[in-house]
């Protein structure tokens, strides 16, 4: 298949030949609009089991896109995702609804996954909707003048990673951490300083850029 088809058009592809094993990817990162980190990342596969894919588990989920254009503007991408479990909506109430969040899209081959993408294209949200356990984004093309740069804030008295992720390390029993280093559910709490992600040597001004 040519790499430069679009998402749209290997939908469609994929509904004449139902015969090839295409899995439509979703990471989905979602930003905490107070610090514009990512918080954590979501991996959905539209399949009816999960998708392990560069060592990511893709969670079975049920999602379509929506495609449209108004004559003379430009053409407009929304998805649709059920949530039944509303694991989704509840992290939209936390972070805003979503909006900024980062959505890639990977059409892999099922009956290869060691082998690179087909198609892979990159959207933000625009805007969200919930209702009766459907989350619906309004995506756009992704606008680098959006992203923080550098990257990474480097926080006197507030961990930067994501709690129990790879960098901050805890694998203990606690359910959730406030990402300070002394606070009541900090990472002195949790034994965890060696891997504080704050910086407690920096200045005053509490913040900078790395």
Same mark, same amino acid.
């Given at each position: 298949m040519?790499?430069?088809l ?6 469609e592809?994929n509904?004449? *030949?139902?015969?090839? &094993? ?17 918080? %954590?990342t979501? =991996?959905?596969?539209r399949n009816n089991?999960d998708? /392990? *894919?560069?060592?990511?588990?893709? /969670?079975?989920?049920?999602f ?7 004559? !003379?503007?430009t ?6 995702i ?10 939209? %109430?936390? *972070?805003?609804g979503?909006?900024?969040s =980062?959505?890639?899209? +990977?059409?892999?081959? @099922? !009956?290869?996954?060691? %082998?690179?993408p087909d ?16 989350v619906?984004?309004s995506l ?6 959006? =992203?923080q740069? &550098?990257?990474r ?14 960098e ?5 029993p ?8 002394d606070? &009541? ?7 965890n300083? &060696?891997? +504080?992600?704050?910086f ?5 001004s509490n913040?900078?850029y @790395?």
């Open positions: 040519p790499k430069n679009s998402v749209a058009d290997i939908i592809k509904k004449l *030949y139902s015969n090839t &094993p295409f899995v439509i990817l979703l990471d989905v990162e979602i930003i905490d609009p107070a610090t514009g980190l990512v918080n %954590q979501i =991996h959905l596969a089991e998708v /392990v *894919y560069n060592s990511n588990t893709y /969670v079975k989920s049920s379509e896109f929506k495609f449209g254009a108004e004559a !003379g503007e053409p407009n991408v929304s998805i649709s059920t949530d039944y479990q509303n694991s989704i909506q509840g992290l939209l %109430q936390e *972070y805003g979503g909006l900024g =980062h959505i890639t899209v +990977f059409v892999v081959n @099922a !009956g290869n996954l060691t %082998q690179a198609n892979i294209e990159y959207f933000d949200v625009i805007t969200a909707t919930t209702s009766n356990y459907v619906e984004w756009g093309a992704e606008n680098i003048l959006t =992203h740069f &550098p990257k804030k480097q926080f006197k008295d507030r961990c930067s990673w994501r709690y129990a992720g790879a901050c390390g805890y694998a203990g606690l359910p959730s951490c406030d990402l300070s280093l606070g &009541p559910n900090g990472c002195q709490y949790h034994n300083t &060696p891997n +504080f992600g704050g407690p040597g920096i200045n005053a913040v900078r @790395a």
